[in-house]
């Protein structure tokens, strides 16, 4: 196939990744452009492609739920970042959670095999329009571009905060103040808990309330996103959120004691080493010395060393429903698309998705075709659905979850088979589109 013009791709994270894969799989010239390691967002640490900044968890791997049916899709639609996530898996449950170091080099190694593919490593800036472009530079947009963006949109972006949260060492976690388990014995026990006793939880939380935290910029307003609130923020909703949320300790018995503690931290591997453990839903705004000093009330984490303290980055995402067809292509511009965490979208698997379908939709473009969406009985398809559609309020971030979905016909079905029909339902969907626009 002669092509007298490469597609460029703007940003090296999942989406981008994920798109070049699509367009290279179909015989297409991929450039692919990556700021790093000339310059890093103020939470990207490695060289890598593909970096996981915030959890090395891509969420649940159950195939009825809406995460792990996302995820299914997309390994039937020969995602690399899935392929990439089941090569370099580490133990979590129910969850599927990555080696993020082999992650990366998994992906940035497939993408350099083929000889369509071009890396260049420096901030990009400018978008041609004679160029199809893809933009997928995530959350965390450089200024120089997202202004160029915001001249092409004609108006200005909307923003949430996200944090991030600490890794620790794992030889200075005291183990015999913590025990393995999994909740209600689901699984593997792969997570390490950290009991806390009433008393415990509320010093804990006093010091959540009252620890110095670092302050946004006087000119932005703050946006939590609600599915990744910060624990501080947590922790002043009321004296029991925590213990209902990420500090949960229903199902989760102490060996040691028989009982279930008031409350538990849970930790989960980050990597496949068991070197470094992440601690489950604690992001935070507080500064690092707080965290140390904080974080440390936690009785198995009293000698606790942090190979990362968590942090606050603004997230940074357009008025899709406005500027967007479903094809991910500028309704104005239509040799520009957009992909990823930068379309309203949340999560790791989520951004993969759109920068999947994004170099699906490119790769139609340039051969003359178009695709039509994906049915809205499927995950992918409901995303899609979600971030282009107007909404009823103002237009904010989702995760996927069933809600998203085409509503299910009938009354009254019950919870569990609901997800079972949502899923059954999906991949029939999915088959016949992919069937009639041969997509292989």
């Excluded at 593997?188 to 620890?211: A, M, Q, V, W």
């Excluded at 004691?257 to 068991?274: D, F, H, M, W």
């Excluded at 051969?367 to 009823?392: C, H, S, V, W």
């Amino acid at each position: 196939m002669h092509e007298k013009k490469p597609v460029i791709i703007i940003g090296g994270g999942l989406a981008g990744c994920e798109a070049a894969w699509q367009l290279l799989r179909r015989g297409h010239h991929v450039r692919l452009h990556e700021m790093k390691p000339q310059k890093y967002s103020p939470a990207h640490k490695m060289e890598s492609l593909a970096e996981l900044v915030c959890s090395n968890s891509l969420k649940s791997n159950n195939h009825e739920s809406a995460p792990g049916l996302l995820k299914d899709e997309m390994r039937q639609l020969n995602s690399l970042i899935l392929s990439a996530a089941d090569a370099t898996c580490v133990a979590a449950g129910s969850a599927l959670a990555v080696d993020r170091a082999k992650f990366s080099k998994y992906i940035e190694e497939k993408l350099n095999s083929d000889n369509n593919f071009t890396l260049i490593r420096g901030e990009h800036s400018e978008i041609h329009e004679e160029y199809q472009t893809i933009i997928a530079t995530g959350p965390l947009t450089s200024d120089t571009l997202a202004d160029r963006i915001a001249e092409i949109l004609g108006r200005s972006y909307l923003y949430f905060y996200d944090a991030i949260a600490p890794i620790i060492d794992a030889d200075s976690i005291d183990i015999e103040k913590a025990y393995w388990a999994s909740r209600y014995d689901k699984g593997t026990p792969d997570y390490l808990n950290c009991p806390l006793t009433k008393e415990e939880y509320h010093i804990f939380r006093n010091e959540l309330l009252s620890g110095e935290k670092i302050a946004p910029r006087p000119f932005e307003e703050i946006h939590h996103f609600e599915g990744c609130l910060p624990i501080e923020t947590l922790a002043s909703r009321g004296e029991k959120t925590m213990a209902f949320g990420p500090m949960k300790p229903v199902g989760l018995i102490n060996p040691k004691t028989g009982k279930i503690p008031y409350s538990c931290v849970q930790l989960r591997r980050e990597n496949s080493a068991g070197t470094l453990f992440n601690m489950v839903g604690f992001q935070t705004k507080l500064t690092w010395p707080e965290q140390k000093r904080i974080f440390r009330l936690i009785p198995a984490l009293e000698h606790a060393e942090f190979a990362r303290y968590g942090s606050i980055h603004r997230n940074t995402y357009i008025d899709s429903p406005t500027h967007l067809n479903k094809s991910l292509q500028l309704k104005t511009r239509p040799n520009i698309f957009f992909a990823g965490q930068i379309t309203g979208v949340e999560g790791y698997v989520e951004s993969a998705s759109m920068g999947l379908l994004a170099g699906l939709n490119g790769a139609f473009l340039r051969e003359g075709k178009q695709l039509p969406p994906p049915p809205e009985e499927t995950a992918i398809g409901a995303l899609i659905n979600y971030i282009t559609a107007k909404p009823r309020t103002f237009f904010q971030p989702m995760n996927i979850n069933f809600g998203l979905l085409k509503p299910l016909e009938g009354k009254k079905i019950k919870k569990d088979d609901k997800k079972r029909l949502y899923v059954s339902r999906a991949k029939q969907a999915l088959d016949k589109w992919m069937k009639c626009e041969m997509i292989l």
